[in-house]
């Protein structure tokens, strides 16, 4: 099984910065395509960004694109978030989610298997 565990959560004001962590266990991390997605209060989780297997490849929704980097460190099993520019819709709780099934980005749900137990970023005006 491949456990997901976020980190980095936390209050910022609108305008500054958070970096959300991902630690994976698994033996193949360095395979899988990887993804944040985000729940805010009285709305459905949605896709925020994907990265392929070797981190070549990046897709983004459009409302974090130009704020946030997705990224990746396969020799240490960690999926990484950095948001600049944070505004108040961005508040959410963030979920990392593995594919063991795709190494390619996707920005679909149905493609990951395995998921954090989310952190929460809230931003202030």
């Known amino acids: 099984q491949v456990q997901l565990v976020e980190s980095g959560g936390g209050l910022v004001q609108a305008g500054g910065s958070l970096r959300l962590s991902c630690a994976a266990s698994?033996?193949?991390?360095?395979?899988?395509?990887m993804g944040w997605f985000r729940q805010a209060p009285g709305k459905e989780r949605e896709f925020v960004a994907t990265?392929?297997?070797?981190?070549?490849?990046?897709d983004y929704t459009d409302s974090v694109k130009g704020r946030f980097t997705i990224s990746r460190d396969n020799a240490k099993n960690t999926l990484y978030l950095q948001m600049n520019s944070l505004k108040p819709e961005d508040t959410a709780v963030y979920f990392c989610?593995?594919?063991?099934?795709?190494?390619?980005?996707?920005?679909?749900?149905?493609?990951?298997?395995?998921w954090g137990q989310g952190t929460q970023v809230t931003v202030s005006s």
């Open positions: 990265i392929n297997w070797n981190g070549a490849n990046r």
């Open positions: 698994g033996r193949t991390f360095s395979s899988y395509a």
């Open positions: 989610a593995a594919s063991t099934k795709y190494s390619s980005m996707n920005s679909y749900e149905r493609a990951y298997n395995y």
